[in-house]
T-cell receptor, first 118, second 115 residues
Framework: DTGVSQNPRHKITKRGQNVTFRCDPI?????LYWYRQTLGQGPEFLTYFQNEAQLEKSRLLSDRFSAERPKGSFSTLEIQRTEQGDSAMYLC????????????????FGPGTRLLVL | AQSVAQPEDQVNVAEGNPLTVKCTYSVSGNPYLFWYVQYPNRGLQFLLKYITGDNLVKGSYGFEAEFNKSQTSFHLKKPSALVSDSALYFCAVRDIRDSNYQLIWGAGTKLIIKP
């Protein structure tokens, strides 16, 4: 399967614990995005990487959230000191932006990681 | 400000009938427009996109969408609905002048196809 994969698919944790999610993008894709989605809402942008560089973070992203993409391949999203309000589906997407790309590229999404904070 | 509106929270259609899921947008420049579908407890699947050229775009699973610049709309259509089309549909737009290529998402429309 050459699509975007995410692990784990489900995570239940207690408030105050740290959690880490992993995303493996489509292999040749240079962009990787993280989104959060709550029930009945569209995806909410969190952050994105161009290769290994994190180019933008949403202002909604608190300092408890951190993301990395070492070597420009897989990415991890860590949430420290989880709160009940962090319960959501966390989506990863990847895309291939050509050197002179003008935003035509399509983002392909993984299946998501559903987080429940008790 | 850039925005996407999906005016209907839910659309109900009988199987075999044509369906339309509405989307309107607002961007400063010219838009790139996308439709995605989400099945329960799944990630989003790309359906189709409008970049330039023919205003009628054909996509996966028999869906198509028509770009209307004067009405700033990009409605999703299918001539004959299937029960398996029941899902959540999201419209998204990107301003071609946005160097960060950020997608602006609608809130989604739940499509229910009744047998």
């Amino acid at each position: 399967d050459t699509g975007v994969s995410q692990n784990p698919r489900h995570k239940i944790t207690k408030r105050g614990q740290n959690v880490t999610f992993r995303c493996d993008p489509i292999s040749e894709h240079n962009r990787l995005y993280w989104y959060r989605q709550t029930l009945g809402q569209g995806p909410e942008f969190l952050t994105y990487f161009q290769n290994e560089a994190q180019l933008e973070k949403s202002r909604l992203l608190s300092d408890r959230f951190s993301a990395e993409r070492p070597k420009g391949s897989f990415s991890t999203l860590e949430i420290q000191r989880t709160e009940q309000g962090d319960s959501a589906m966390y989506l990863c997407a990847s895309s291939l932006v050509p050197p002179r790309g003008r935003g035509q590229e399509t983002q392909y999404f993984g299946p998501g990681t559903r987080l429940l904070v008790l | 400000a850039q925005s996407v509106a999906q005016p209907e929270d839910q659309v109900n259609v009988a199987e075999g009938n044509p369906l339309t899921v509405k989307c309107t947008y607002s961007v400063s420049g010219n838009p790139y427009l996308f439709w995605y579908v989400q099945y329960p407890n799944r990630g989003l699947q790309f359906l189709l996109k409008y970049i330039t050229g023919d205003n009628l775009v054909k996509g996966s699973y028999g869906f198509e969408a028509e770009f209307n610049k004067s009405q700033t709309s990009f409605h999703l259509k299918k001539p004959s609905a299937l029960v398996s089309d029941s899902a959540l549909y999201f419209c998204a737009v990107r301003d071609i002048r946005d160097s960060n290529y950020q997608l602006i998402w609608g809130a989604g429309t739940k499509l229910i196809i009744k047998p």
